[in-house]
């Protein structure tokens, strides 16, 4: 069974300032990783995803994301963040598809909240 | 424009009343989705349909029944036998055919569902 660890339910940062939030996961085959930001009373949008390739994935809003095998990891971080990044993080992870559909076993979330 | 409409955005329900919530989508997707929203606790799958009536349990089914008569509509019934329903419900939705894996799935607004 796959699980996913967001060790950190909130991170505060001042703006501009960088900030990383963790996402460690379990699984026994290969993974596909996923973050997806939610701001408040919202659904949930994707921000960026690794499925193959380049371990390193960015999104359009400077946010980056490193698939790390060894270390299971699928670490979110972003140079210098905007009050407008403030919102609820959520990393998630899906084995192969089978058969059509994707099941993603999401973490706990990690808040982020951006003071100036 | 394309997307997935949840409603109502707000429901109250007494004890022991069944409720409905609403999901449609226009993406012409096969797939869709419930997951339950609960602070701290991230987002727990529900149940998931990979085709027209056809539909399979998730983690955290009791209490849940759900119907798949059409591709467009996948409706959740949150029965009395639910002991615990506060919750802010997901409903989401992915194409599982037809062109290469892409892993994302699309969320509607939320369902905010509170027993009095």
């Known amino acids: 069974a796959q699980s996913v660890t967001q060790l950190d339910s909130q991170v505060p940062v001042f703006e501009e300032a960088p900030v990383e939030l963790r996402c460690n996961y379990s699984s026994s085959v290969s993974v596909y990783l996923f973050w997806y930001v939610q701001y408040p009373n919202q659904g949930l949008q994707l921000l960026l995803k690794y499925l193959s390739g380049s371990t390193l994935v960015k999104s359009i809003n400077g946010f980056e994301a490193e698939f790390n095998k060894s270390q299971t990891s699928f670490h979110l971080r972003k140079p210098s963040v905007h009050i407008s990044d403030t919102a609820e993080y959520f990393c998630?992870?899906?084995?192969?598809?089978?058969?059509?559909?994707?099941?993603?076993?999401f973490g706990t979330g990690t808040q982020l909240k951006v003071e100036l | 424009d394309g997307g997935i409409t949840q409603s109502p955005k707000y429901l109250f329900r007494k004890e022991g009343q069944n409720v409905t919530l609403s999901c449609e989508q226009n993406l012409n997707h096969d797939a869709m989705y419930w997951y339950r929203q609960d602070p701290g606790q991230g987002l727990r799958l529900i149940y998931y349909s990979q085709i027209v009536n056809d539909f399979q349990k998730g983690d955290i089914a009791e209490g849940y029944s759900v119907s798949r008569e059409k591709k467009e509509s996948f409706p959740l019934t949150v029965t009395s036998a639910q002991k615990n329903p506060t919750a802010f419900y997901l409903c989401?939705?992915?194409?599982?055919?037809?062109?290469?894996?892409?892993?994302?799935?699309?969320f509607g607004e939320g369902s905010r569902l509170t027993v009095l």
């Open positions: 998630a992870v899906s084995d192969a598809p089978t058969g059509g559909g994707n099941k993603l076993t």
């Open positions: 989401a939705s992915s194409r599982s055919s037809g062109g290469p894996y892409t892993g994302e799935l699309f």
